[in-house]
């Protein structure tokens, strides 16, 4: 069985400040893991994703996530926030042996100026 | 890559009528995905299509739920004797990669029961 646990479902930074959003995950093989984002009234864009290699995975927008097999976490970063950055964010789990993806609840970013 | 298209953008029904959804994924993507989300929620998995056929539905699903991908291509979610329990967001996604999935999300659909 699979689930992702995002810790945290409202952040609140002040512009410029380190984000840090926290997901862990919990899967009996070693999965896919993703991040994205949801603006007001838009679908879900990709952020970043993480399958194999180097566990510091850069996205768009200048995100970037650890994956962290020990700990089961894939939190996500950005060194400074800016305004547009405010959305709400998905941490996201997939293997192929479930073929489907699993979700967590969200986080609500707000940045504030 | 005109994107994963969703139609409508939004929908009002009264309680007990049927509605019907589309999705238009992305041309040559061979998987296809429905997702409901409501607030405050992350998207919960329905159900997925390969190519024409239906491989996993979800719990989620009732009877009175109904996916079809004819074709291979655009895919429809009917929803029968709609209930107020069913409003939410439903989302499209589609993708192509067999190994490294990556979703693409349409802008979903809102659907709200009265």
């Known amino acids: 069985a699979q689930s992702v646990t995002q810790l945290g479902s409202h952040v609140s930074v002040s512009e410029g400040a380190l984000v840090l959003l926290r997901c862990n995950y919990s899967?009996?093989?070693?999965?896919?893991l993703f991040w994205y984002v949801q603006y007001p009234n838009q679908g879900l864009q990709l952020l970043l994703k993480y399958t194999t290699g180097a566990t510091l995975v850069k996205g768009i927008n200048g995100f970037e996530a650890e994956f962290k097999k020990s700990e089961t976490s894939f939190h996500l970063t950005k060194p400074s926030a800016h305004m547009s950055d405010a959305a709400e964010y998905f941490c996201?789990?997939?293997?192929?042996?479930?073929?489907?993806?699993?979700f967590g609840t969200g986080t609500s970013l707000t940045v504030i100026p | 890559d005109t994107g994963v298209s969703q139609n409508p953008r939004h929908k009002i029904t009264k309680r007990g009528q049927n509605v019907t959804f589309r999705c238009d994924p992305i041309s040559e993507h061979n998987r296809l995905y429905w997702y409901r989300q409501t607030l405050g929620q992350g998207p919960e998995f329905l159900t997925y299509?390969?190519?024409?056929?239906?491989?996993?539905k979800s719990r989620l699903l009732s009877d009175r739920f109904s996916a079809e991908r004819p074709k291979g291509s655009f895919s429809t979610l009917e929803i029968q004797r709609t209930e107020q329990g069913d409003s939410a967001m439903y989302l499209c996604a589609s993708s192509i990669e067999v190994t490294n999935e990556k979703l693409f999300f349409g802008s979903g659909t809102q659907l709200s029961v009265l």
């Open positions: 996201a789990a997939f293997t192929n042996t479930g073929n489907q993806f699993y």
């Open positions: 299509f390969q190519n024409e056929a239906q491989l996993e």
């Open positions: 899967s009996s093989v070693p999965p896919y």
